[in-house]
């Protein structure tokens, strides 16, 4: 009977906490091509050491595109420009993954999409963090930040965007 008892409380106490768990920051934003049309969905969530990326969209050209966060919320023009240069810290900026003195906040993965023209894809990065803190910048700072998708494949180690190209897709993450 005691037994039973201690195991109810424990399963109320376990149900209290749980409930009192609040879920993790995130801020989802609409992904849209040079003419403004939206083609899809960014969610950038709080991670522990960093942020979780999630990109869901259709109607965008096949193959690999370099993909990096971009240092302003504005996705006013068709070429994507008023998002300003990659999301940094120090300047200069070095960029590239596979490039060892790089401090390129704004470096991600490449993005591959399908022949249908669809993708959707989680990557997960270090380099930023949502909202501040573990001395690496703020997506969610005074003028927010952008996701941009760029025409070429990022090779990862030339400079300025390792030869990425046109911007053709933007998210405002504010
Ligand atoms: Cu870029």
Redesign the pocket.
């Known amino acids: 009977m005691l037994l039973k008892s201690l195991a109810v409380v424990s399963a109320l106490l376990w149900a209290s906490t749980s409930f009192c768990q609040t879920s993790p920051a995130s801020r989802t934003s609409s992904l849209k091509d040079a003419k403004g049309t939206v083609i899809g969905q960014v969610t950038v969530t709080a991670a522990p050491g960093g942020v979780l990326l999630r990109v869901e969209a259709k109607g965008l050209p096949p193959g690999w595109h370099?993909?990096?966060f971009?240092e302003k919320a504005d996705c006013s023009d068709a070429a994507f420009k008023n998002a300003g240069t990659?999301v940094h810290q120090k300047t200069p900026v070095v960029h590239g993954l596979l490039n060892a003195g790089a401090n390129d906040a704004?470096d991600l993965p490449n993005l591959f999409v399908a022949s249908d023209g669809s993708v959707t894809v989680e990557l997960y990065s270090t380099l930023v963090t949502l909202n501040g803190g573990d001395n690496h910048p703020a997506l969610l700072d005074s003028d927010g930040s952008a996701l941009?998708i760029?025409a070429n494949p990022d090779d990862y180690q030339t400079q300025p965007?390792g030869g990425?190209g046109a911007?053709i897709a933007c998210a405002a993450i504010q």
Request: glycine share 18%; no cysteine; net charge positive.
């Open positions: 370099g993909m990096h971009h990659h704004g941009i760029h965007i990425a911007r």
